[in-house]
């Protein structure tokens, strides 16, 4: 039957991720079509890989040619409320300071040995953004794309775990229990000038962003705009669900036993918990910095949210804001990096291909 130990453990992998999908509730729109493309493609002589294949067609036409991560992109852009940032433009660094973990991680798994390209790709996954590295991973290691995007979205899920600790040591519990002011009213013209200006600003200093960076923000116009309800509710769901589905199915698929069981994978998964730390340790340190400087205080929690889980992340931090002082909400507040955070890793993505490349 051609059927290798390798092929079984890779279906236990697979059930493993259906497993915490389905019963643990972690990520399931990625998780389940991920985990059983890794189950179906680890099927001898079935020929879905083969050139003209099923899993040969969504990998090719939709990954590697770089179609599909920036579509999630448009879909994000369109759910996606910029308010926060454009209320309290200080986010924007702490979104930025995030950033951290992509290079702790990057410098860390040089060490180990990997080449430049996975390294960038190994990363990424400090971006906790899931879309970027497999953009990213496409460009630069598309034979390190599955062990990636299973540990971004892994980690992403466990957000609620890694956050806590990290910024509990690194702040006091009064510096928890800060309250905010209340931000600003934004008005309609700040929201639409917003995606075009950030557009220019980015794409002009960091060119090969430009796919993911292009489409979020052209979701997020649809949005604002107020005049395009029909392209707006197709980016977010329609259009949304059919390119999820042939994501998770598309990067599953290059999850095969010869490709998967390596010692670069367990790497992958070791620097990837480093990365996430880096990330939240740096949003809460710049956040503490920013308050030896500025005038309106920020709780440093908030910087955690740089991560760019969206918006998992800050509601953690919102959680843990209220855990210190009932009267804090942080939560919009914390939105203000967060998704500053999705912005900050496009640019380290495509600062890491102009480099690369």
């Not at 852009?77 to 702790?104: C, E, H, R, S, W």
């Not at 036993?257 to 010692?263: D, G, H, K």
């Amino acid at each position: 039957m051609h059927l290798t130990l390798g092929n079984v453990v890779m279906w236990l992998i697979a059930f493993a991720l259906f497993y915490l999908a389905i019963v643990k509730g972690v990520e399931p729109l990625l998780l389940v079509p991920i985990g059983f493309g890794i189950f179906a493609a680890n099927f001898p002589l079935t020929g879905l890989l083969d050139e003209g294949g099923l899993f040969y067609i969504f990998y090719h036409y939709g990954i590697e040619t770089e179609l599909i991560p920036p579509l999630i992109f448009l879909g994000l852009g369109a759910m996606t409320d910029f308010g926060p940032v454009i209320a309290n433009p200080k986010t924007l660094l702490l979104g930025a300071a995030a950033q951290l973990g992509v290079y702790a991680a990057f410098f860390g798994a040089l060490l180990m040995g990997f080449t430049i390209s996975e390294a960038a790709c190994i990363g990424i996954i400090g971006g906790a953004d899931g879309p970027t590295s497999i953009f990213l991973s496409a460009n630069l290691a598309p034979h390190m794309m599955g062990a990636v995007s299973v540990a971004a979205y892994s980690y992403m899920a466990l957000v609620p775990i890694i956050i806590p600790p990290i910024a509990k040591l690194l702040t006091t519990r009064q510096e928890r229990a800060m309250v905010m002011t209340q931000m600003r009213m934004v008005g309609k013209t700040e929201k639409i000038v917003f995606p075009l200006l950030t557009s220019i600003v980015v794409m002009l200093l960091v060119p090969k962003s430009a796919p993911l960076i292009a489409m979020f923000m052209l979701g997020n116009l649809f949005m604002e705009s107020g005049v395009v309800e029909r392209l707006t509710n197709v980016s977010r769901n329609e259009l949304m669900n059919i390119v999820t589905i042939l994501l998770g199915v598309g990067v599953g698929s290059t999850m095969t036993a010869q490709v998967f069981l390596t010692w670069k994978t367990i790497g992958v998964f070791i620097m990837g918990v480093v990365a996430f730390a880096f990330a939240t340790a740096g949003g809460v340190l710049i956040a503490k910095l920013m308050n030896l400087f500025t005038k309106n205080k920020v709780n440093p929690l908030i910087g955690a949210a740089g991560v760019s889980a969206v918006p998992m992340a800050a509601r953690v931090v919102h959680n843990m804001g209220t855990e210190a002082n009932p009267q804090s909400y942080l939560l919009m507040h914390a939105m203000g990096p967060n998704v500053a955070g999705v912005i900050g890793t496009a640019v380290a993505a495509g600062a890491f291909i102009a480099a690369i490349k």
